[in-house]
């Protein structure tokens, strides 16, 4: 019922930029939070990022803040987030999830995910 489908990962340098997307339903978008998680290589998956279905506010984990930055478009159905300034340890498989009511505010009990995108950062 709940599906997503993520992509626009690659490989970048140190200090490049990507934007992932993922592109789902409208009805979706209007009852679900869409985040972004990863997967690093040895490590459980971490919450990157998240956006409310309510009122559109925004979530991010300490360690992008102020370098990612999570965006919906309704016209295209899809969220994307733009990553920039990316480092090595950005590396990981990178999922886009959604959250239904009740919502937890921050998209950290998401249920349904993507397929996932790699991102590697490396020189």
């Known amino acids: 019922q709940v599906q997503l489908v993520d992509s626009g990962g690659g490989s970048v340098q140190p200090g490049g930029s990507l934007r992932l997307s993922c592109e789902t339903s409208r009805l979706t978008l209007d009852y679900y939070d869409i985040g972004w998680f990863r997967q690093i290589a040895g490590k459980e998956r971490e919450r990157v990022s998240c956006?409310?279905?309510?009122?559109?506010?925004?979530y991010y984990e300490d360690s992008v803040k102020g370098r990612f930055t999570i965006s919906r478009d309704n016209a295209k159905n899809t969220v994307y987030m733009e990553m920039n300034s990316l480092k090595p340890e950005d590396t990981a498989v990178y999922y886009c999830?959604?959250?239904?009511?009740?919502?937890?505010?921050?998209?950290?009990?998401?249920?349904?995910w993507g397929q996932g995108t790699q991102v590697t950062v490396s020189s």
């Open positions: 999830a959604a959250e239904g009511p009740p919502y937890s505010g921050n998209c950290s009990i998401a249920e349904y």
């Open positions: 956006i409310s279905s309510t009122d559109g506010t925004t």
